[in-house]
C-alpha cells in the first residue's frame, strides 16, 4: 500500500473511532474507589463563607478533599431553572451525601432522590415547609440549618432607624416564592406600624423583573430600604448596593454579602459559622449518622458588618454606638 493511501486509511479508522466514541451513549460514572465517599455540593454561585468554610470544616474532621473525599460543584449562576438538570446528575452519580443552598437547590435535591441524605442550608424557615425533623420520620433523608431567625425583621429596621433617625417612610424588597417570605414581610410591616414607619413592599419574582422593582422604588422616594433574605437579591447584591448608593437611599441588607458588595448596613447570620456546622452535619453522615437523628439546627451566631465606604458616598453619619457593636467595619 503507498503511504498516502495507508495515511489516508488509519485517518479514516481514526475518524470512525471518534465517531463511534461520540455517538455511543454516556455510561454513568463509576466511583473508582469506594472507600472514599463522594460529596455533591449544589448551590447558586461560589462565595467566600459558604465552599471553603465547608471544605476546612471537613478537613479539620479528616476527610481531606482529593484524598479522602471527593467533591462534585454544582453552580446554576443566576439561573434557578438549572437546579433540577444539576440534582438529578449528582444523584445518577450515587453521591453520599447533597449539600443543598438556598430553597430552591433544595428542592431540587428533594426531587431528585428520596434516599441519598440532603444537608440543607436554607435562608427560609425550614418549618414553614415542613422540612424539621419534628415529623419523627424515620425514613427522612433531610437535615441541615436555616439562617431565618423571626426577631430579625425588628432590629434591622432598628438598625436603620438608627442611621435614618427620622424614618417615616420605607421600602422593602421582597419575593414571596420563599416558604418563609409572607411571614418575614408580616414581621417586618409589625415592627414599622410599631415604630410609625410607612413600610412598602415592592416584590420581585425572578431575575428578570429586579430592574422594574428598583424603578419603582426610586418614584417611591423612601427614605430607607429593607432588603428581605432572598436567593434572587443575593445573586444580585452588587446591583442592589449600587443603585442604593446611586439612589442616596440607605439599606439594611440580610447578610454581609451585601456589604462587601458596597451596602451600607447587613445583619444576619455569620455564614462561615453556618457553613461550619453544615460540615459537621456531613462528617456525622459520612461515618453513619441518620438524617432523621440530626435534624434541623437553627443557625445562632449573627453578625452586624458596616461598609463606612458606603455610608461616606450617601453620605450618612454613622452613630459611634453602632460602630462600637459592629463585628466587621469595612473601612
Known amino acids: ?40 455540593y449544589l448551590a447558586n454561585e461560589p462565595t467566600t463563607d459558604s465552599a471553603p468554610v465547608l471544605r476546612d470544616g471537613l478537613r479539620e474532621r479528616d ?14 449562576q443566576g439561573k434557578p431553572e438549572l437546579y433540577p438538570q444539576h440534582a438529578e446528575d449528582l444523584a445518577r452519580l450515587s453521591v453520599a451525601v447533597i449539600v ?36 419523627k420520620d424515620p425514613s427522612t433523608n433531610l437535615t441541615g440549618i436555616t439562617t431565618f431567625v423571626p426577631e430579625l425583621a425588628a432590629r434591622r429596621l432598628d438598625l436603620l432607624r ?40 415592592v416584590e420581585i419574582t425572578g431575575d428578570s423583573d429586579v430592574r422594574e422593582a428598583l424603578t419603582e422604588i426610586g418614584k417611591l422616594r423612601p427614605q430607607g430600604l429593607i432588603v428581605l433574605a432572598d436567593a434572587v437579591a443575593l445573586a444580585h447584591r452588587q446591583r442592589l448596593a449600587t443603585f442604593a448608593s446611586r439612589a442616596k437611599l440607605p439599606a439594611v441588607f440580610p447578610s454581609r454579602d451585601y456589604a462587601d458588595a458596597g451596602g451600607l448596613l447587613a445583619y444576619g447570620a455569620n ?5 461550619r456546622q453544615a460540615a459537621a452535619l456531613v462528617d456525622q453522615i459520612l461515618r453513619g449518622a441518620k438524617p432523621a437523628d440530626l435534624g434541623v439546627r437553627r443557625a445562632s451566631r449573627l453578625e452586624l458588618v458596616i461598609n463606612l465606604r458606603a455610608a461616606r458616598a450617601l453620605p450618612v453619619v454613622m452613630p459611634a454606638s453602632l460602630l462600637r457593636r459592629a463585628d466587621r467595619v469595612i473601612e
Do not use: N
Not at 104 to 131: W, Y
Open 162 to 201: 438608627e442611621v435614618v433617625p427620622r424614618l417615616a417612610r420605607a421600602a422593602v424588597l421582597w419575593r414571596s416564592a420563599g416558604a418563609s417570605a409572607a411571614a418575614d414581610l408580616r414581621a417586618t410591616h409589625v415592627a414599622a406600624s410599631a415604630r410609625g414607619v410607612k413600610l412598602t413592599p
Open 271 to 275: 455564614w462561615a459559622d453556618v457553613f
Open 100 to 135: 443543598a443552598v438556598g430553597p430552591e437547590a433544595i428542592e431540587a435535591a428533594r426531587q431528585a432522590t428520596k434516599t441519598i441524605p440532603i444537608v440543607m442550608v436554607s435562608l427560609d424557615d425550614l418549618a414553614a415547609g415542613g422540612l424539621t425533623a419534628e415529623t
Open 1 to 40: 500500500m503507498r503511504g498516502g493511501s495507508r495515511r489516508a486509511l488509519l485517518a479514516g479508522v481514526a475518524l470512525l473511532a471518534v465517531a463511534t466514541v461520540l455517538a455511543a451513549p454516556r455510561a454513568p460514572v463509576a466511583q473508582p474507589d469506594p472507600r472514599i465517599p463522594w460529596i455533591g
Open 63 to 76: 476527610w481531606v478533599e482529593g484524598q479522602s473525599v471527593k467533591i462534585w460543584y454544582r453552580y446554576v
